[in-house]
T-cell receptor, first 111, second 116 residues
């Protein structure tokens, strides 16, 4: 069964303290892995798509990486405005439309 | 401004009273989808539509209906709501069907539904 597991559930960091969020996945052939950011009371906002192991994408203080079993979202020198829930999702090659989401990591950055 | 809109944003109703949550996008996207979000379960897909008059079930379609008569609109219908449908609902759209290129889905602001 296709599955996405994110860890940790919650993470509290000091401003400037770099860390990583993990997304482990089990899927029968990966078509794509996606990262979204969700602020309280809002819909998810797209960040990255990764397609194959070894691929990396960057946006400001965020960098997403992909291996055959997991993805990491690295946050470098975070600021309070990076506080949000970060969602990971995967799409299997066998499905043209089904996207499976993890339950997210709630990130808090203290000033 | 390119956006996905949902109405209402908040709704409290009673068991068995039919309701419709509207979703509209102004980006001429072919693909639209409905999700529900529950604590600890993440986003789960209810229904999706690849284009006008083309809809299909997601992971949790029981108790829901959808229609796609126009490209921009994709309403979610609960014929007889029950308390287990209390949840946060999101509509999303994207310019090309999943499986082709980026999966940049655009999400609406959400509808918080409570069924008593």
């Amino acid at each position: 069964e296709d599955q996405v597991t994110q860890s940790p559930e919650a993470l509290r960091l000091q401003e400037g303290e770099s860390s990583s969020l993990n997304c482990s996945y089990t899927v029968s052939g990966l078509r794509g892995l996606f990262w979204y950011r969700q602020d309280p009371g809002k819909g998810p906002e797209f960040l990255f798509t990764l397609y194959s192991a070894g691929e990396e994408k960057e946006k400001e203080r965020l960098k997403a990486t992909l291996t055959k079993k997991e993805s990491f979202l690295h946050i470098t020198a975070p600021k309070p405005e990076d506080s949000a829930t970060y969602l990971c999702a995967v799409q299997a090659r066998s499905s043209a439309s089904k996207i499976i989401f993890g339950s997210g990591t709630r990130l808090s950055i203290r000033p | 401004e390119a956006q996905v809109t949902q109405n209402p944003r908040y709704l409290i109703t009673v068991t068995g009273k039919k309701l419709t949550v509207t979703c509209s996008q102004n980006m001429n996207h072919e693909y639209m989808s409905w999700y529900r979000q529950d604590p600890g379960l993440g986003l789960r897909q209810i229904y999706y539509s690849m284009n006008v008059e083309v809809t299909d079930k997601g992971d949790v379609p029981e108790g829901y209906k959808v229609s796609r008569k126009e490209k921009r609109n994709f309403p979610l219908i609960l014929e007889s709501p029950s308390p287990n449908q209390t949840s946060l609902y999101f509509c999303a759209s994207r310019p090309i069907p999943p499986g082709q290129g980026s999966n940049e889905q655009f999400f609406g602001p959400g509808t918080r539904l409570t069924v008593l």
